[in-house]
């Protein structure tokens, strides 16, 4: 029986029925250490709520703070420090956004050859059968375990030869987790450029100590090919000198009649501040267009989003130009300002120019506000992981090893 046609857990896409994952998660949160890494149908080893986390149905504190206090820190490490990693990414990527632009530029610059090469992989035609089985997996359920990503994404560039830059936007466009910074800085990690010189492999026999038995067996034709991967660090520039990371410019001084909310899907956890006034969450359908998101993460944003509309009586709205709609709904409404949550490095905030310009043009100001609580570890991956969590713990009050 093909594993894809087993049942799977759904992933959750509205808050609600993310806590309710979460709290029945509690329970196997001190094997997540033990077991993170095995890779078995239906995922139960792990939370699936990676997609909750990345739109903040969830927020990374609130997910550390609940399994901290269900078994102590101790017992919880390392799921802890999981969750962190996500917002390491976050603060590596706010600091280099070089990497980012660079990345989507030369995603243009690949020939016609490398793209039916890829395609090949992505299709599930690559002939080693467990890495087409997460091709078909991603493409069906928008979910991968994130050592069948390393695998996958390790082939991918080791075995296959293939550019990074175009498995990086294969998962982007298909996750519902797709983060630009965890996705694009792992895929790096991999090809040997985040860390110089460290990459990672797929090799056949850590896939035989960590995928289940009968999910290999099903899926072992061509394992014995990746033996022959070569390490093939691609060229590439050196990563950038950091920069002090961009901070929004909102006050609150502006009368509340007079401003707008403007909420999007990088952050669905909306705080006092947006209380008052008008408020609209919108669904972007051009941004989604301009980044190739799929149909699965589409339906998976735009639950999120109506979620959230509900849980903060806000207006809903999907529009092909979120220039355009931002501008016609100030306009209604008399808003002389319009405030949102800055977005991090990524599809929301390149679109941010031509919104800007355009509400710029009609007397509309769009102002961008950063959370108290995601100010402080902005600038705090200035090197390797480890050195981030250290002051993630001394700042949250964990108890590190």
């Known amino acids: 029986m093909n594993a894809l046609a087993k049942p799977w857990l759904s992933v959750p896409a509205d808050r609600a029925s993310a806590w309710r994952r979460l709290e029945d998660f509690a329970s196997r949160m001190p094997r997540y250490a033990a077991d993170r890494n095995r890779v078995i149908s239906g995922h139960a080893n792990v939370s699936q709520l990676s997609p909750a986390v990345r739109h903040r149905l969830l927020t990374e504190h609130e997910f550390a703070d609940f399994a901290i206090e269900q078994h102590g820190f101790r017992k919880v490490e390392k799921l802890v420090q999981e969750i962190y990693w996500r917002l390491y990414w976050k603060s590596w990527l706010e600091m280099r956004p070089g990497v980012w632009t660079r990345y989507r530029t030369q995603l243009g610059q690949f020939g016609?050859?490398?793209?039916?090469?890829?395609?090949?992989?992505?299709d599930g035609h690559s002939g080693i059968e467990i890495i087409d089985h997460f091709a078909r997996e991603l493409t069906t359920t928008g979910y991968l375990h994130n050592h069948a990503r390393m695998w996958f994404a390790g082939a991918w560039v080791h075995h296959f030869g293939l550019p990074w830059q175009m498995g990086a936007e294969f998962f982007h466009q298909h996750l519902l987790d797709g983060d630009p910074a965890s996705n694009t800085l792992s895929w790096r990690w991999v090809a040997g450029l985040h860390t110089p010189g460290k990459t990672y492999f797929a090799r056949k026999a850590n896939?035989?100590?960590?995928?289940?038995?009968e999910l290999l067996d099903e899926n072992r034709g061509g394992l014995d090919e990746l033996s022959g991967s070569t390490t093939r660090i691609p060229a590439d520039d050196p990563n950038p000198e950091r920069q002090s990371p961009w901070v929004g410019n909102w006050n609150g001084e502006t009368p509340p009649e007079e401003v707008g909310w403007w909420i999007h899907e990088d952050d669905?956890?909306?705080?006092e501040e947006f209380e008052a006034g008008e408020k609209v969450v919108v669904l972007s359908r051009d941004i989604q267009k301009a980044f190739g998101y799929r149909e699965g993460r589409m339906r998976f944003v735009e639950t999120s989003l109506r979620d959230a509309g509900e849980r903060v009586g806000a207006e809903f709205a999907e529009t092909p130009d979120t220039a355009a709609f931002l501008l016609s709904w100030a306009q209604e409404r008399g808003l002389k300002e319009i405030v949102a949550y800055q977005p991090w490095v990524g599809p929301t905030r390149d679109a941010l120019p031509k919104i800007e310009q355009t509400l710029r043009e009609h007397n509309v100001t769009l102002h961008l506000y950063r959370k108290q609580?995601?100010?402080?570890?902005?600038?705090?991956?200035?090197?390797?992981?480890?050195?981030?969590?250290k002051k993630v713990c001394r700042q949250r009050g964990f108890e590190a090893k």
């Open 207 to 213: 896939i035989e100590k960590y995928v289940d038995r």
């Open 373 to 389: 609580s995601d100010r402080w570890w902005l600038d705090k991956a200035t090197a390797g992981f480890f050195g981030f969590w």
């Open 112 to 122: 016609s050859g490398a793209w039916r090469a890829g395609e090949k992989v992505m």
């Open 268 to 271: 669905l956890a909306v705080d």
